[in-house]
Structure formats: C-alpha cells, structure tokens
C-alpha cells in the first residue's frame, strides 16, 4: 500500500515518463529526417559530381562536387544519426511502457504490492534516464511536451 507522499511521487513519475515518451519520439523522427536529407543529399552529390567528371564540365566544379559528397558522407558515419533514432526508439518505448505501469498503479495504490512495484518502476525509470544521458537536451521541446501532458492530465503548465 502507498502513502499519501508516494502515490504523489507516482503522479509525478507518471506525467514525467509521458512527457519522456513523446520527448524521445519527436527525437526519433528529427534524426530520422536528418539521416535521410544526408543520404539524399550524399547520392546526390554524388551522381552530381560524376556527371560532371564524365561530361568534362569545369574539373574544378567536379571536385567540389566530390569533396561535398565525401562530407556528407563523413558526417553521416561520424554523427550515426540512425543508430541514434533507433536509441530514441528504444527510449521511447521504455517511457511509454514506464508511463502505463505507473497509470496502472496509481489505479490501484491500496494493493499489497504496491511499494515494491513502484520501487521496481522507479529503479526501471533510473535506467531508462541514463540511457537518455547521451542525448542533448533540448529544453524547448522536453517543455512544449510537458505542457502538453501537463493539459492532457488537468495540471497547471
């Protein structure tokens, strides 16, 4: 059974974790458009430069060409944006996952469970917070997510 302090830490950790949840989804789909405007922008440079080296256009051009799509390519393999969407996933899911759990047992405070399953839910969101340590945080967006949850769950902003 809960007291009164946990089951409002519970809140607490409930609205953080969804607040995560979205955080880490929004960051998902930004590295995955990344990823794909330098893919996209690698191959075309790319054909781009080779064009203009078999064309026999302006070597000068053709080079820069080149050297724009190796750069490209460098920061593609040096930034790792799509492993660090699939990460974002991953997050993603954990927090969602965590954000249901504790919905559940703020449901049910009275149950003879109930601190041991908040401990197991607090040591899971410890993990899931140093898994996200490697992230920049991005004040703007974890705070327009909040207030988003913040309304969706009647709390002030």
Known sequence: ???????????????CAETRAYYFAEQCNRLQQIQRWVTFG???????????????????????????SAAASAYTLSFQNQKRAIDAAD????????S?????LYADPSSEDAEARLKVLMARAAEASKAGSVFPEDKKSMMKWQRLVHSHHGLPA
């Open 91 to 98: 997050l993603h899911s954990r927090w969602n996952q965590l």
């Open 100 to 104: 249901i759990e504790y919905t559940l």
């Open 1 to 15: 059974m809960l007291n009164e302090e946990q089951i409002h830490a519970l809140l607490e950790e409930t609205v």
């Open 42 to 68: 690698s191959l075309l440079l790319a054909s781009a430069a080779a064009a203009a080296f078999a064309s026999k256009i302006d070597p000068a051009l053709a080079s820069a060409l080149a050297l724009l």
